[in-house]
Every structure is written in structure tokens, then in C-alpha cells.
């Protein structure tokens, strides 16, 4: 047997880094046919609480923001849309504090959003994390560790997956003149 394997099994598999490869490991497509009740857009909360305001006279100061999140009536989901806006992303956790399986929380995400629930947890984790990029100068493993990416490898990787740029290379693109300061944690 060759150094990669030579069995039926290898011809079904690609030698290529998990993440890189474009193919999402045990990914089965599914479908609402029904328009999705909520757009991940309403549901996303970013992890900023002021935002930077000048008066008249050109002093600057923090007003805190309102929150404009779509409340949607369903207790058990807005708990967990606010779970995942304070940085926590641990499904079974979020589950087993309410009784639930996993995949009952992932089955509610996918019926009222349309997205998988790994996808939809995924989705808030790189929006958090190109906000941090974008609007402070935290140091990449502090935003990998607040958005619940971990390391800096899976940031690395992730935004490599989501945007074909490293995060480093993210913020410079994303970041325009005044960026830095204009929002606070």
C-alpha cells in the first residue's frame, strides 16, 4: 500500500488540507420549501455596545447603540441568537442547559432559517470576526478566542474558506479611513 493509501476508499477522497479543499466534510444538502421565516441578517447581533459620535463643537464620544435585532417571538430561538451574540457557540451546551439535544437546537435553526445549524453558528462566527478585524486592532488569537474560533490557525482557515484572504489581509481590505475606534466592545 502506497503512502496515501491505495484502496477503493482513496479513490473517493482528495489529498488536500480539510478546509482548502472545497468540499465540506459530511455535507448533505437540504432545502426548505418554504420561504425561510427569518433572514440571517436580522438575526445577527454584533458584538459592539457604543458607537462614537461628534457633537457640534467636534468632541468626541460613546453613546450606547440600540440593538436592532428582530425579536422573533420564539423564546427558546431569541435565547439562543443572544447565546451566540455573547461569544458562546457550543451547541450542545446551549442544549443541554434547556433540555434538548443538539440536534433539536440545529432542526429549530434549520426550520426557521433554512440554513444547517453548524452553517448558521459558522455565519455568526466570521460576521463577529470581520467586524473585530475591521473596527479595532485586537490581535488576531484575541479574535479568534472572543468568536469562539479557537486558534489562530482556524481563523486563518476560516477566512481563508470564506473569503480566499488570510484574516490579516481581511482587515486591510475591509478597513477603511476611521474604522478603528468607531464602535466599542
Do not use: C
Not at 60 to 82: C, H, N, S
Amino acid at each position: 500500500m502506497g503512502r496515501y493509501g491505495s484502496g477503493n476508499a482513496w479513490k473517493h477522497r482528495q489529498y488536500r488540507p480539510h478546509g482548502l479543499s472545497g468540499i465540506p466534510r459530511n455535507y448533505t444538502k437540504r432545502e426548505l420549501k418554504e420561504e425561510p421565516q427569518f433572514k440571517f441578517d436580522d438575526l445577527y447581533v454584533t458584538p459592539f455596545r457604543e458607537r462614537r459620535i461628534y457633537s457640534e463643537d467636534g468632541v468626541m464620544r460613546y453613546v450606547p447603540m440600540e440593538r436592532r435585532r428582530v425579536m422573533t417571538g420564539i423564546r427558546l430561538f431569541d435565547a439562543y441568537i443572544d447565546y451566540l451574540a455573547s461569544g458562546n457557540f457550543d451547541a450542545t451546551a446551549f442544549a443541554e442547559l434547556h433540555g434538548l439535544k443538539p440536534t433539536d437546537i440545529d432542526s429549530m435553526v434549520f426550520v426557521l432559517t433554512g440554513m444547517r445549524g453548524v452553517d448558521f453558528r459558522q455565519k455568526f462566527q466570521v460576521r463577529m470576526a470581520d467586524e473585530l478585524l475591521r473596527y479595532t486592532d485586537m490581535p488576531m488569537a484575541e479574535v479568534a478566542k472572543r468568536t469562539g474560533i479557537g486558534s489562530m490557525n482556524n481563523l486563518y482557515l476560516t477566512f481563508k474558506r470564506e473569503f480566499d484572504l488570510a484574516p490579516g489581509y481581511r482587515r486591510l481590505r475591509v478597513r477603511q479611513e476611521g474604522d478603528v475606534g468607531r464602535f466599542r466592545l
